[in-house]
């Protein structure tokens, strides 16, 4: 059985720093990608940062220059690095999983989602 497991969240400060990690159990078939995604009190989900299986990365343009996705595909790992963190950046983060079923369909794992929490 598959799970993605967050960890990494918190309260920090204005300006602070997190560091998000992600390790998937179980075995997943044709992942197309990875990456994070986040919601905050009220608003839908949203993408934060993607990295596909051939390395290309993708980031929402309000955490361009901040965040930064990497994997370790050994470790069967994601990680978000978040820098310069502003209070709008506080939500739960979800790991996402991309995987490819059938020709153009996808399926999509997540974890149980982290918070992230900036205090002005």
């Known amino acids: 059985q598959v799970q993605l497991v967050e960890s990494g969240g918190g309260l920090v400060q204005a300006g602070g720093s997190l560091i998000l990690s992600c390790v998937v159990s179980?075995?997943?078939?044709?992942?197309?990608?990875t990456g994070w995604y986040r919601q905050a009190p009220g608003k839908q989900r949203e993408l934060v940062a993607t990295?596909?299986?051939?390395?290309?990365?993708n980031y929402a343009d309000s955490v361009k220059g901040r965040f930064t996705i990497s994997r370790d595909d050994a470790k069967k790992a994601v990680y978000l690095s978040m820098n310069s963190l502003k209070p709008e950046d506080t939500a739960v983060y979800y790991c996402?999983?991309?995987?490819?079923?059938?020709?153009?369909?996808?399926?999509?794992?997540w974890g149980q989602g982290t918070q992230v929490t900036v205090s002005s």
């Open positions: 990295v596909t299986s051939d390395g290309r990365t």
């Open positions: 179980g075995s997943i078939p044709s992942i197309i990608a």
């Open positions: 996402n999983v991309k995987s490819l079923i059938i020709t153009v369909r996808t399926y999509d794992y």
